[in-house]
């Protein structure tokens, strides 16, 4: 072969290579899979970079938002603030008013009698009409008359502060009592005082409990509660909304339970809280129903195999009258009553039951409610009583 001519093939071969490289390098595909693109900024994003931008231009330096606070849990209810009643001592004055408004006219109706220029038959019979009336009961209401006539044939003279006089010496004659008016709330040692509230159903028996109580604990006492009523879910709840405004607590079961075991498991609370007094409200009950009465009496039994018994108080309705006095035999025959408290001894002019209980039964009236106020239990002041009756106001 000829030289030139191979140096021709040569050359040429090496030139189709060099453009078929060339070639290669201008049409090369890119990576498969997605391109990659810069997105363009738009909206809030674009103002803010345009703002980043010109602050970084100006050399002007951002202040960060303020962040928001951070969100508050919601405050807890607050325990309700316990109340600070009034010590008993006292109320009673405190209360005249009160009890002048519904007594009142029973006793300015016998200074008028007893000031007429004629005492003869007719007037002395209305005088002891108006004392059996006020429910004295006729035989303290026959005393008072005797003693006053006599009293006034002897005098000869009836001025009115002569009258109100005589007439309050025979009030108090027959409502004095050598009887203790002292409700007995003093702890023994390591053992509280235990105080049964018995009565039938609506004379305020459970209100006394807990009028009682607060009375109590506004003279210093601490004092425990015994929900023992367990036929009426309402006497229980009752009882524990007094608790709860003085901080007594409140022993308490399930509706029909056992009214002896509430009535224990009371006392034993207040053995292992070192109270100074149990409080216990007992069921209503009807005087002439004698199952439910020896069950009364079963309650008194139980609690004394854990502590002494120091009152028990029946809780007797002003405006009952009679009712009231059998009443009171009725619960005295079987738990030995040791004091009356009269209720809604404000809204009747029936006080003269006071003369009546204390005669038959020989049991002091020891507390009266003058109102329904949760501070209108007062102890009983027979010289408070006899004067407001007979105050002109």
Do not use: Y
């Amino acid at each position: 072969m000829d030289i030139t001519l191979l140096a021709a093939i040569v050359i040429a071969v090496v030139l189709l290579t060099v453009v078929g490289f060339f070639l290669v390098r201008t049409q090369r595909p890119g990576k498969p899979g997605k391109e990659e693109t810069t997105p363009e900024a738009t909206g809030e994003a674009a103002g803010a970079t345009a703002v980043e931008d010109r602050e970084r231009d100006t050399g002007t330096v951002r202040t960060p938002p303020a962040q928001a606070p951070p969100a508050t849990r919601p405050a807890e209810p607050a325990e309700p603030e316990l109340e600070s009643p009034p010590p008993s001592a006292g109320r009673m004055v405190r209360l005249r008013a009160r009890l002048a408004r519904s007594q009142s006219s029973f006793g300015q109706g016998l200074l008028n009698l007893l000031s007429s220029d004629s005492l003869d038959e007719d007037a002395w019979e209305e005088i002891e009409d108006t004392l059996i009336t006020a429910d004295i009961g006729v035989t303290s209401a026959s005393q008072i008359v005797e003693s006053l006539r006599t009293r006034v044939k002897v005098l000869g003279t009836r001025g009115p502060d002569e009258v109100r006089t005589l007439l309050r010496e025979e009030l108090l004659a027959q409502i004095t009592t050598a009887a203790d008016r002292t409700v007995h709330t003093e702890p023994h040692g390591d053992r509280p005082a235990v105080i049964m509230v018995v009565g039938v159903n609506g004379t305020g028996k459970t209100t006394t409990t807990g009028k009682l109580a607060r009375a109590l604990v506004g003279d210093g006492r601490s004092v425990v509660l015994g929900a023992a009523d367990t036929f009426r879910a309402a006497a229980s709840e009752q009882l524990q909304t007094w608790g709860g405004r003085v901080g007594a607590p409140v022993v308490t079961k399930e509706e029909g339970s056992d009214p002896a075991s509430v009535a224990f498991d009371a006392v034993s609370r207040g053995i292992e809280d070192g109270a100074d007094t149990v409080i216990i409200d007992t069921a209503g009950r009807l005087h002439t129903k004698t199952g439910l009465m020896d069950e009364l009496g079963k309650v008194k039994r139980v609690v004394e195999k854990k502590s002494q018994v120091d009152e028990v108080l029946l809780v007797l309705d002003a405006t009952t009258g009679q009712n009231g006095l059998r009443q009171a035999r009725v619960f005295g025959e079987v738990v030995n009553v040791t004091g009356i408290a009269l209720t809604k001894l404000d809204g009747t002019a029936k006080g003269g039951i006071i003369v009546q209980v204390q005669r038959e039964l020989g049991v002091p009236v020891k507390l009266v409610g003058l109102g329904e106020g949760p501070d209108d239990l007062a102890p009983f002041d027979p010289e408070v009583f006899v004067d407001t009756i007979l105050s002109e106001d």
